[in-house]
T-cell receptor
Framework: DTAVSQTPKYLVTQMGNDKSIKCEQN?????MYWYKQDSKKFLKIMFS???????INETVPNRFSPKSPDKAHLNLHINSLELGDSAVYFC???????????????FGPGTRLTVT | EDKVVQSPLSLVVHEGDTVTLNCSYE??????LLWYKQEKKAPTFLFML????IEKKSGRLSSILDKKELFSILNITATQTGDSAVYLC??????????????FGQGTELSVKP
């Protein structure tokens, strides 16, 4: 009964490869996010989708392409991986309704990507 | 530009000590401030604060917001080794075209020694 799940948990790959990370939430939320956490633990927004529509793209290189096949899924595809892409990537979701809890985001367990 | 700054960046204490973690913010159209605890994996929600001066409590943890001075503190009393984690402060940017993204501080890494 995991709320926000991500696969894989760990990903080790070589420079230049293309890889994907998948995210699913079973909370019925309309909005989903991808965050990147660097080695200094700083969490930074990358993308946000609301009901399958892209609403935030925080100047992320276009090697990163999010895809949302439906509002419960948000996948992240990365082309031509570089050393600097090594980080932990977190998926998150939140409800869009203007309720008192709609600011709270629920995070997945993270995917640790290591590019060698 | 919206920003959130936490201090200290790291803290080492012994069990039983009381700690205070700080978070200051500059954000347009402030709505709320959130505290998260991150152990080895996903950040988990602790508190959301929207009003000044009202303390939120959960066991040994408590937090308060000062909207005039633009900061919040998170207190942990009688610390235990299980409190060791990174504590993250975040503020939502709530303009429509920003989709409710959370702007995070750098985090405070707390280490509680036995």
């Amino acid at each position: 009964d995991t709320a926000v799940s991500q696969t894989p948990k760990y990903l080790v790959t070589q420079m230049g490869n293309d890889k994907s990370i998948k995210c699913e939430q079973n909370l019925g939320h309309d909005t989903m996010y991808w965050y990147k956490q660097d080695s200094k633990k700083f969490l930074k927004i990358m993308f946000s989708y609301n009901n399958k529509e892209l609403i935030i793209n925080e100047t992320v290189p276009n090697r990163f392409s999010p895809k949302s096949p439906d509002k419960a899924h948000l996948n992240l595809h990365i082309n031509s991986l570089e050393l600097g892409d090594s980080a932990v990537y977190f998926c998150a979701s939140r409800p869009s309704s203007p309720s008192s809890r709609s600011y709270e985001q629920y995070f997945g367990p993270g995917t640790r990507l290591t590019v060698t | 530009e919206d920003k959130v700054v936490q201090s200290p960046l790291s803290l080492v204490v012994h069990e039983g000590d009381t700690v205070t973690l700080n978070c200051s913010y500059e954000v347009t159209n402030f709505r709320s401030l959130l505290w998260y605890k991150q152990e080895k994996k996903a950040p988990t929600f602790l508190f959301m604060l929207t009003s000044s001066g009202i303390e939120k409590k959960s066991g040994r943890l408590s937090s308060i917001l000062d909207k005039k001075e633009l900061f919040s503190i998170l207190n942990i009393t009688a610390t235990q080794t299980g409190d060791s984690a990174v504590y993250l402060c975040a503020v939502p940017a709530m303009f429509y075209n920003q989709g409710g993204k959370l702007i995070f501080g750098q985090g405070t890494e707390l280490s509680v020694k036995p």
